[in-house]
């Protein structure tokens, strides 16, 4: 992908005023929701505690719970299947959607079937992939990328919304009514309308899961609006797309996680649905079932005894709404559908260090904490954010930076050098007078993201010798 | 395809060689509490057996937390029960309701020929399910703290599309179905090995804020939610 380095894309994002407005506005309010409910409870930290411990106790064990999750999942009549990659999965799912003899599906919001552009290979095999989520439906007819975990479509204004919807829904299918307003109220019927034409007629569906559980091959969806619900119940069949490292070790793991995970997301003390499945039910929902396992870079973040907290994540998306870095670049900066602090760890683990923007990404963050401080699972970001910049740091060549920094040295260890270095600095300051400096040639990486003061015009030993010299 | 699982499962040995525990596996049934591994305080397993009615404040603060979520309650009687589901059902001008089969005959008593009783037998399509205003089913676990109704879909409350597709569900409450919190759902809600019943948490009616955050209750749901919490 050649998405610019974070960097270029923030120094961009920074220039949207309204982006900025509208993410301030929005990651305050779910910040304050949010806090509101927590405050609710008074086990919390016993909460997190059990959660990230559930977690670990499923990594640790990873492959015996994934054996006994398929074991639960084929004795209730799903069919399970191994994905070592993307390509891999795509090629699973895509078949599977061949055999039903349907060129269209409706899709849950899926973070995992968005890591591996599913809907970009069904596409490639003549397939329509159709987003139920309204912000995703907004994402897709827009041509546009989600820039948030939760609310992917909150960089968008509701007009911009109507306009889409007005050019965008009657291409695809029914189209949106011509009187339409900006009012979200009047948004939200024309998406009711325009999908349920293609609910009651798809004959597949696909989701992800937010929880897999081993001890009764049960998967959970957790969501708002009903779509969910509209494609994990009406097709023929359903195809659930699991990142390995979703697996619960036990049904009880569940108390922990619903009280965590809406309490994190949305600020709500539950989410208005929650479906559970295990394999087919007679007579209820589809009848053929399958689930997709897969891999793709997990058990190589799994390698790792420190970076392996990060697959504890449970896409809540607290972390961005604290994030002072997140909050004014917005999503796309970190280019790729998990942004924020947790993004920014998981990404460079999940494809390595190679490109320019999964090396830049340990970077994007103060490192102020308060990510660690909300996480529902208690990933300490900050410190795999430090262990990643280490990475990142000893890949690469010796840099200006190391050169610069050798040079201070041996100019510091001699007054003689020193006062020699700060005369010529003091004739650059007297050159450029108050302009600030923005980027030093060969010191790119360092400059580019700091402005760097003006140099004086006169040193501390050149001022003591002006003023005090002759005493 | 079974090379992809065996190669998937050898990267996550490999990648977990480091660990040395075992893995807990399968915990003890509940009931059973398995010695040492005792949970904190309000994430264990419940302490009320069901079929108890809880204390008066976990049923105030279940209605409560429902009417949070802009639905409706009503606390009602058994022996009202018929006439306030009628009374419900007329407020929001209900022209066909669909019942399932497994429900109390009782409660449609006092509807008369107004609405229409739509039965689910043979399963209707969800193009028809489509043309029905509402539905009334029973529940399986009302939760206290979060305001959450849950169905595990047996007879009295139908398969999972009947009470997704109509946009106005009206749920009956016993009392006795009400728990404290999570946890006590959860326990009580683990699906049996020999018939894992699918289940629905319903917390208010179907609600989005993906346009400017600005709350909109019913995007794909039914639109409206009436939870009848019925005493005995």
């Not at chain 1, 990873?62 to 639960?72: R, S, V």
């Not at chain 1, 990328?145 to 889409?164: G, K, Q, W």
């Not at chain 2, 994430?43 to 976990?58: D, L, N, S």
Request: some cysteine.
């Amino acid at each position: 992908m050649g998405m610019p380095a974070f960097p270029e894309a923030a120094e961009e994002a920074l220039g949207k005023t309204q982006q900025r407005h509208n993410l301030h506005h929005a990651t305050h309010t779910i910040r304050a929701k949010r806090a509101g409910v927590v405050g609710e409870l008074d086990d919390w930290q016993a909460l997190r505690t059990a959660g990230a411990d559930a977690k670990d106790e499923a990594l640790a064990h990873l492959a015996d719970y994934l054996e006994q999750l398929e074991e639960n999942l084929t004795a209730n009549g799903a069919t399970v299947h191994w994905a070592r990659d993307a390509e891999e999965a795509n090629r699973i799912v895509t078949a599977l959607v061949k055999a039903k003899e349907t060129d269209e599906v409706v899709k849950v919001k899926s973070m995992t079937t968005q890591e591996i552009e599913l809907n970009e290979a069904l596409r490639e095999a003549g397939i329509d992939a159709w987003e139920t989520d309204l912000a995703e439906l907004i994402v897709q007819l827009g041509g546009d990328l989600p820039s948030h975990i939760l609310v992917p479509a909150i960089h968008r204004n509701r007009s911009e919304i109507r306009e889409i919807f007005l050019r965008e829904m009657g291409q695809v299918g029914r189209a949106a009514p011509e009187d339409l307003t900006d009012d979200p109220a009047r948004l939200a019927e024309a998406a009711r309308l325009h999908l349920r034409e293609k609910f009651l007629r798809a004959k597949v569906g696909i989701s992800g899961a937010n929880f897999a559980i081993a001890d009764t091959g049960s998967l959970v969806v957790v969501e708002s609006e009903g779509n969910g619900r509209m494609c994990l119940t009406l097709p023929e069949t359903l195809i659930s797309v699991v990142g390995i490292e979703k697996v619960l070790p036990s049904w009880d793991d569940l108390a922990p996680m619903l009280q965590l995970l809406p309490r994190s997301s949305t600020g709500e003390r539950m989410n208005p649905y929650t479906s559970t499945w295990t394999g087919t039910h007679d007579g209820d929902g589809p009848q053929e079932v399958h689930v997709v396992l897969l891999d793709n870079g997990r058990t190589h973040v799994l390698g790792d005894s420190i970076g392996r907290q990060a697959l504890r994540c449970i896409r809540c998306s607290a972390c961005l709404n604290v994030c002072p870095v997140y909050e004014r670049t917005g999503g796309h900066a970190y280019g790729s559908v998990y942004p924020g602090p947790i993004g920014a760890v998981l990404n460079p683990q999940l494809r390595g260090t190679a490109s320019e923007v999964d090396k830049s990404l340990p970077y994007a963050s103060t490192l102020c904490g308060a990510c660690y401080e909300v996480c529902p699972v208690k990933i300490n970001i900050p410190e795999l954010l430090v262990k990643l910049r280490g990475a990142v740091a000893d890949q690469e060549r010796p840099s200006a930076e190391s050169a610069a920094m050798a040079a201070a040295g041996w100019v510091l260890s001699d007054p003689r050098r020193l006062g020699a270095a700060q005369k010529a600095a003091n004739s650059v300051g007297r050159l450029l007078g108050d302009r600030t400096i923005r980027t030093v040639p060969g010191m790119g990486a360092w400059t580019s993201a700091r402005d760097v003061p003006t140099p004086p015009t006169e040193s501390f030993r050149q001022w003591w010798a002006r003023e005090r010299g002759t005493q | 395809m079974s090379s992809a699982k065996q190669e998937i499962l050898d990267r996550i040995r490999g990648a977990t060689a480091d660990i040395t525990t075992e893995a807990k596996g399968v915990p003890a049934p509940t009931g059973t509490a398995s010695p040492g591994a005792t949970p904190p305080e309000g994430i264990g397993p419940e302490t009320t057996p069901p079929g108890t009615a809880p204390e008066a404040a976990i049923l105030d603060r279940f209605a409560e937390a429902v009417a949070d979520y802009e639905a409706r309650v009503l606390r009602v009687h058994e022996s009202n029960l018929p006439d306030t589901i009628a009374q419900v059902l007329r407020d929001v001008d209900c022209r066909s309701v669909i019942v399932p089969d497994g429900i109390d005959a009782e409660w449609t008593g006092s509807l008369g020929t107004a609405p229409e009783v739509v039965r689910d037998t043979p399963s209707l399509a969800a193009a028809d399910l489509d043309r029905v205003d509402a539905v009334l089913t029973a529940s399986a676990v009302g939760i206290a703290a979060t305001g959450t109704i849950v169905l595990d879909h047996r007879a009295d409350q139908g398969r999972r599309a009947l009470t997704l597709v109509p946009d106005t569900h009206v749920c009956v409450v016993r009392t006795d179905q009400v728990v404290a919190d999570v946890p006590d759902a959860v326990s009580r809600l683990r699906p049996d090995p020999r018939d894992a019943r699918p289940l629905t948490w319903i917390s208010g009616p179907s609600a989005t804020s993906d346009i400017e955050l600005e709350r909109v209750e019913g995007v794909h749901g039914p639109r409206t939610l009436v939870v009848l919490l019925v005493s005995a």
